[in-house]
């Protein structure tokens, strides 16, 4: 199934629901960055998250940054993600794994840490972006982004994001949120009911390999609330926004005594995007060109 994100409502628009798929894109993320299983589903985690929270925005443009900083031994986490279906991140230690947790699954949680916090900023295109900070309650990532809609959003949500990867690589991953809105908000039963049918579900990637649509898993959590999907099926990509130009850039900034000393000594210079891992190389014919570049600007 291609990666997509889907759409929906349900009690009479007094719940948002929100699906997506990321197994292409996570698979993707794996081999550039040569990911452990453990770093696979926690970059994936936080990459489903980043999609799903930037789906609400408005403004085209809009874009969700998500900061993971625990005391695990992965280091921590940076993720971007764009209205557009657009998402990209890195971890600090992409090698680390560890032994399955107490469940025996991936331990997201022992790998990320418990001590830290999430940091979430979002971009509406314009003016200064909204920033957010929350201490982290268990490193799964999912339960740290619904803490965070919650405590700083006020939003009452739940979210199932998951990543299943083997010695073939990633075979499901994705997530959903739900979250009850402000006119609906006042009824408990109904934010205790949407909590209940999450938690009673063995994950979101055992739906996937299933055989189970974005819809099919909707109708399973909200089919009998009135569950509205909306029309539109979004495509959602792993895609970076660097190129060699950006990196010329970045390196004319180091200044004519820097670049001269990478002439002389390098001969060239080598930059890799921490996003993407692609590596980039400039030789020593641009790099004088750069030297000559500042000097007519400084004439």
Do not use: W
């Amino acid at each position: 199934m291609a990666d997509q994100l889907i759409r929906a409502t349900a009690a009479d628009g007094g719940i948002r629901a929100v699906g997506v798929i990321t197994t292409r894109l996570t698979e993707e993320a794996r081999q550039r960055h040569q990911l452990s299983y453990v770093a696979t589903a926690a970059l994936g985690r936080a990459m489903s998250s980043s999609l799903l929270l930037a789906s609400n925005m408005k403004r085209e443009g809009s874009r969700v940054n998500l900061r993971i900083k625990g005391n695990g031994p992965l280091g921590g986490l940076l993720v971007d993600a764009g209205l557009d279906g657009t998402v990209r991140g890195y971890i600090e230690n992409p090698r680390v794994e560890l032994p399955p947790n107490s469940k025996g699954k991936l331990d997201v949680g022992g790998a990320i840490g418990k001590d830290g916090y999430l940091y979430v900023v979002r971009d509406i295109g314009y003016g200064y972006p909204y920033s957010s900070t929350v201490e982290l309650v268990s490193g799964e990532i999912g339960d740290d982004v619904a803490n965070y809609l919650m405590t700083s959003e006020q939003t009452p949500s739940a979210l199932l994001v998951g990543v299943f990867v083997s010695s073939k690589g990633v075979s499901a991953s994705g997530g959903v949120l739900l979250q009850v809105l402000p006119k609906a908000a006042r009824d408990e039963s109904l934010v205790a009911l949407l909590d209940s049918r999450v938690s009673q579900l063995s994950g979101f990637t055992p739906l996937l390999r299933a055989g189970k649509t974005l819809t099919e898993i909707m109708e399973q959590l909200v089919g009998d609330l009135g569950l509205s999907i909306l029309p539109e099926v979004q495509m959602v990509r792993f895609d970076c926004r660097c190129s060699f130009s950006r990196v010329l850039g970045a390196l004319k900034m180091l200044g004519e005594a820097e670049l001269r000393d990478m002439i002389e000594k390098d001969e060239g210079a080598e930059a890799t995007c921490q996003f993407c891992g692609e590596v980039y190389k400039a030789t020593k014919e641009e790099l004088t060109q750069l030297v000559e570049d500042l000097r007519a600007g400084s004439s």
